[in-house]
Nanobody
């Protein structure tokens, strides 16, 4: 079955950096777009970034553009999110997700990012 294991979240100060990782299995990782979502307390889950199967297409939410970088290693079935210049409003649980219909209702545990002001 699909497995998505996020890691790398931590408590950091404003302006700090983190790199999140997502180890994926149970599907053909290299065939699908991958996405990072986040959910802050009391708010709806939002799409942060998307990368196409070979990395040729990348899209970011306006709120993170210029600060975050999404990339992937298809040989390792791993998705990454490099987060720089972090702000308190980036505080959320971050989730990875393939654009893969059979996994539409499956979410991993996510990884907590907390940015102190």
């Amino acid at each position: 079955q699909v497995q998505l294991v996020e890691s790398g979240g931590d408590l950091v100060r404003t302006g700090g950096s983190l790199r999140l990782s997502c180890a994926a299995s149970g599907f053909s990782f290299s065939m699908y777009d991958m996405n990072w979502y986040r959910q802050a307390p009391g708010k709806e889950r939002e799409l942060v970034a998307t990368i196409s199967s070979l990395g040729g297409y990348i899209n970011y939410a306006d709120s993170v553009k210029g600060r975050f970088t999404i990339f992937r290693d298809n040989a390792k079935s791993t998705l990454y999110l490099q987060m720089n210049s972090l702000k308190p409003e980036d505080t959320a649980v971050y989730y990875c997700k393939p654009s893969y219909r059979p996994a539409k209702d499956y979410w991993g545990q996510g990884t907590q990012v907390t940015v102190s002001s």
